[in-house]
């Protein structure tokens, strides 16, 4: 019986044992924060509530009738008692409301990186990237203690990465990446879910994270990967350059007028249009998949769109490649 409660009640380290908890464990940095924000907020309605209720229960029993003039107390002004109880509680909720806010911020703050890990959602599952080049789905092993960078994106429809444990949770919308940065504080396993409802498998779209020790996660990324190459991420994305004919057009001796590559990762780029950008995954996605949009400046928009021709864990093994490269590198275009 207890199995169809929704897993967040139960306890998540002893899958054999279930517990019946109100609150998922508190496994990152984060968590205890936004349940400060989530008690706070309860403990004041409650109290705000508790208040109406009593003066409610007052006026009730000592004005049953109106002889004793509760009509005349009503219908004097007072502006006083009015403005105090308007204040007040205005004033606490608006404290409530920039405590989370800037937990919101924080949380989102796109300068805060961590190990960066490949995640793509697609329906049903999630498929994990990691940058040594081990694939997983529906699992997620990281190190504790160290901030990681989840880059999300979706193959299909918005799917939302949620971790009760780390009180985070992120759309991943089709089309763009997202990124959703925390630190796990406790080793175990935690479960994760599509919060976001994408068809008819959506409630098997989960998983688990295995938060493990720094050491025993640098032996896991070492165990062999069976029936996978033992290739890293960007090395994968290299192989997919040539294999795409990536190369044809941005190697040195390419005929084709084509950008140098090498280095351009975190570059500031200038456009056509006079505009310029900062060369970061969003762009060099964008670059890929639809490169009329950003034409850089001095070439023509005789590059091809790879929409539909290459999937979100190729894209990423490409960007994985070009982010390797730094402005020396020979292997692309030096032109
Ligand atoms: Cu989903």
Redesign the pocket.
Known sequence: MLSHFPQFLLAQTDADAPALRFWPERASDMAGHVDAVFIGLMVMSALIVLLLLVLLGYALFNYKRDDRGLGLWIAKSRWKLETTWSVIPFLVFLGLFAIGAKLYIDSYDPTEEGREINVV?R??MWQIYHPEGKMEHDQLHIPVGEPITLVLSSEDVI??FYVPAFRVKRDVVPGKYVRLTFTANKTGRFHFF?A?Y?GTN?SQ?DGWVTVMEPEAYAEWLQQDMSGQDHLTLAERGREIFHAQGCSGCHEPDSTVHAPRLAGVAGSRIALQDGGFVTADSGYLRDSILLPGKDIVAGFQNVMPSYQGQIDEGQIAALIAYLQSLDSEDSDVSTR
């Open positions: 959602g329906q049903w799917h939302s599509c976001e994408c959506h779209m």
